[in-house]
Nanobody, 130 residues
């Protein structure tokens, strides 16, 4: 069964850091693009970063709003993808989702396209509060 499962969400104080995990199963994550998205209460889903695969090392994309606080990494041996979030702010409170797309889709140099992703996790909640 092809699936991704997020974990690591919790309550964090402002200014803290958090690493979210995305465990892929049923497929080799090394051949897929991954995106991280979030949805805050009452708001739409937004992309916070993605990582592609391709010739060489691939690339990652982050929106300007990420302000350099978000970083995606992979552990191919563990079939894992991570989202590191630093200097957390109350406005980062949301449910965070991991999604996988076939190589060449989903993650582009200027954007990420949610409709390209065909495997989504159930989300992991992050609350930033003092």
């Amino acid at each position: 069964q092809v699936q991704v499962v997020e974990s690591g969400g919790r309550l964090v104080h402002p200014g803290g850091s958090l690493r979210l995990s995305c465990q892929a199963s049923g497929f080799d994550s090394a051949y897929y693009a991954f995106g991280w998205f979030r949805q805050a209460p009452g708001k739409g889903r937004e992309g916070v970063g993605c990582t592609s695969v391709g010739v060489g090392k691939g690339f990652s994309w982050y929106p300007d709003s990420a302000e350099g606080r978000f970083s995606i990494s992979r552990d191919k041996d563990k079939n894992m993808v991570y989202l590191q979030i630093d200097n957390l702010k109350p406005e980062d409170t949301a449910v965070y989702y991991c999604a996988a797309a076939q190589a060449g889709y989903g993650c582009y140099r200027s954007r990420t396209t949610p409709s390209d992703y065909d495997t989504w996790g159930q989300g992991t909640p992050v609350t930033v509060s003092s």
